[in-house]
Every structure is written in structure tokens, then in C-alpha cells.
T-cell receptor, first 115, second 114 residues
């Protein structure tokens, strides 16, 4: 069955430290891949997306993600975390090609930042 | 331009009642999608509409229905409410409903069913 897995429910990092949030997917073909962020009481905001081409994708707010086909992964990274990055992060996928338009989200990783 | 707007922001209903949630997409966007986000979970896809036609439906019972109007705004209707329908309901819009497009999310409607 098609699925998106975010193995880490909650991560705590110190301000200024580096960050990596994991995302693995299980699809027949490489899907389109997205990372969204949700701050408390807010809707979701797109950080970055990957369809094809360069496997290292740059996004907003200093985030980047790397697509690794061999590992079916699309991990999100940031070299230096700011207190304002505390939020919930969701990996999402949609099948490429014809067919379903359903955007499927992982369960999310909550990021806490220690001053 | 205004972002995606949703109304109401909060709603309390009792079991068995019916609810209508509303969404106005970003100006120029023709596609609207609806998601249910239960506390502690990621959003789950309910419907996508494009040019007033249903393009996709998630794994939700027939109690859930939606429609899109000529001005591209949308309504989500839920009949015979259950306690488990308590959630944040998110609406998202995109210009042409293409898979690669960014979906812009509204702040959501928080529904509590008692």
C-alpha cells in the first residue's frame, strides 16, 4: 500500500544546531514530494517541493531537502535552527503521472527549539 | 491578494447534526481541496474540485459531500455528525489543480462534536 512515514514524532534541538527531519515513502514510482510546516493555530505553508532533476532542493526559510531514490527518502534539513522554526512539519506525496490527485501526508514531526 | 479564507473559524455541534463549512480560494485559483486533520495526525484528503467538478475523493463515508460554485468557492457538508468527526478541516486552493502545483492552505475550521 502507498504510504508516507515520518519516523520521528517529536524532535528537540538547541537554537543554532543543525536539523534533519526524516521522510520515507512507499510508492510504485517516484511520486511528487513536498514538505509543509504548520505553526500553532495556523494553516500549512509549503517549504519546498521536488518533481525531478537536481535531487537537492532549496526552499524557503533556509530549508533544503534531498531526494534519495535508492532509500525512498526525502529528508528535510536546516544548517542552523532558529527559535521561530518551532512548529510541526509534514512530508506529503502525490502520485506522479495519470490518476489520483490525492495528496497524502505523513503524521508529522513536532519540532521544539531550546534557546 | 487575500489568502484562502474559511468560515466559520470554530464550530460546536452535537451528534447527529449537520454542518456546512465554507472556503474561498485565492483569486484566480480554480481548484479547491478539502482535508480533515484529527489532533496529532497529518491532514487526510477528503475531496478535490476543479472547475466545479469532483476530481478526487478520499476514503470518507457518503456523509461527507462537497460542491464548488461558479465563483470557485466551495462548501463541505457533513451529515449525521459523529464524535469522531471532531477535527480541524482545512481547505486548500491551487491555480489549475495540477499535481505539481503548490496548494495554499487556509487557517481551517475547528469542529467539535459533542
Amino acid at each position: 500500500a502507498q504510504s508516507v512515514t515520518q519516523p520521528d514524532i517529536h524532535i528537540t534541538v538547541s537554537e543554532g544546531a543543525s536539523l534533519e527531519l526524516r521522510c520515507n515513502y512507499s510508492y510504485g514510482a517516484t511520486p511528487y514530494l513536498f514538505w509543509y510546516v504548520q505553526s500553532p493555530g495556523q494553516g500549512l505553508q509549503l517549504l519546498l517541493k521536488y518533481f525531478s532533476g537536481d535531487t537537492l532542493v532549496q526552499g524557503i526559510k533556509g530549508f533544503e531537502a534531498e531526494f534519495k531514490r535508492s532509500q525512498s527518502s526525502f529528508n528535510l534539513r536546516k544548517p542552523s535552527v532558529h527559535w521561530s522554526d518551532a512548529a510541526e512539519y509534514f512530508c506529503a506525496v502525490v502520485p506522479s503521472g495519470a490518476g489520483s490527485y490525492q495528496l497524502t501526508f505523513g503524521k508529522g514531526t513536532k519540532l521544539s527549539v531550546i534557546p | 491578494d487575500a489568502g484562502v479564507t474559511q468560515s466559520p473559524t470554530h464550530l460546536i455541534k452535537t451528534r447527529g447534526q449537520h454542518v456546512t463549512l465554507r472556503c474561498s480560494p485565492i483569486s484566480g485559483h480554480k481548484s479547491v481541496s478539502w482535508y480533515q486533520q484529527v489532533l496529532g495526525q497529518g491532514p487526510q484528503f477528503i475531496f478535490q474540485y476543479y472547475e466545479k467538478e469532483e476530481r478526487g475523493r478520499g476514503n470518507f463515508p457518503d456523509r461527507f459531500s462537497a460542491r464548488q460554485f461558479p465563483n470557485y468557492s466551495s462548501e463541505l457538508n457533513v451529515n449525521a455528525l459523529l464524535l469522531g468527526d471532531s477535527a480541524l478541516y482545512l481547505c486548500a486552493s491551487s491555480r489549475d489543480g495540477l499535481k505539481q502545483e503548490t496548494q495554499y492552505f487556509g487557517p481551517g475550521t475547528r469542529l467539535l462534536v459533542l
